[in-house]
């Protein structure tokens, strides 16, 4: 069945986009469309549900049966049974996530529907910044950033010593794209590597826990770097952090809820863990307030995927896959089977 036309149908998508072009439904316009949203337009006939006074339900009825691709991003709404219910011939989901925590995959994989997200974009930007946390957190950036501006190096004299990174042993939990790009450049800044993962990656030469308790027992800092799943859901607690002990360092570039969160507040306000390094929260945008008093941890309002240059190659595997599943061709950055 043809999609209606903005003539047929009141509270249709946008009439300045030509109709020949392949549509792609939008719910909600993902950061990147911000930015190269004209790319987008020149190529695909975007159809959002957000420019629409309707509710999404009826938005989805009454605009959106016959639509085959959906772009989405981490920032929701999360791509449930009851959204893809009412897409009938959607084929395909594009995230501009290299995250998948925000669809569910289960219903993807039994209506058939192939996910492709980020890909290897995002993996260097977001290893940097696991190590730009974890050097802040060791040599206390961030916080002597601010002993100077509050005028105390005058008044009190010398700062603490900060603790060196060279010769940590550093525990990677979740050895894919990004924790690979973390244990890289930690090797090269003379780190000891050990990891944890679903499964033993055969051509790795790291020591490999399959408990990451024990995997925390044997590292000075624990950097997460692995995706949001049931499984991983409050994985580390209270326990995991006891065995990291007090000097131990936990750095999250991963998603907020892999960590109990109240239960490592806990254990960083009275002394069980060292510090933390989080890009990410389980609330986001809400943290935790007790963190905010804490000069052992530092934070980041989830944009460790945020350069220019990463958005810039986003686009282009965004376009890339859109464009090789409206020509039958492979996708570039299938999510799926990972
Ligand atoms: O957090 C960001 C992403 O999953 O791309």
Redesign the pocket.
Known sequence: MAAKSPSQAPHGPPENQSSDLPEVLVLKPPPLLNIYGDDFSKKFRLLKASDSPLPIDQFLATHARSVRAMLCS?SGPRINAEILRLVPSLELIVT?????NHIDLAECRRLGIPVA??GDV?SED?ADMAVGLLIDVLRKVSAADRYVRQGLWAAKGDYPLGSKLGGKRIGIVGLGRIGSQVAKRLEAFGCSISYNSRKRKEFVSYPFYANVRELAANSNALIICCGLTEQTRHMINREVLLALGKEGVIVNIG?GAIIHEKEMVQCLAVGEIGSAGLD?FENEPNVPKELFALDNVVMGP?V??FTPESFQALRDIVIENLEAFFSNKPLLSPAMDE
Do not use: E, P
């Open positions: 981490g501009t996530s290299a995250g998948l997200n980020a995002f977001v998603r990410v989830h460790a995927v």
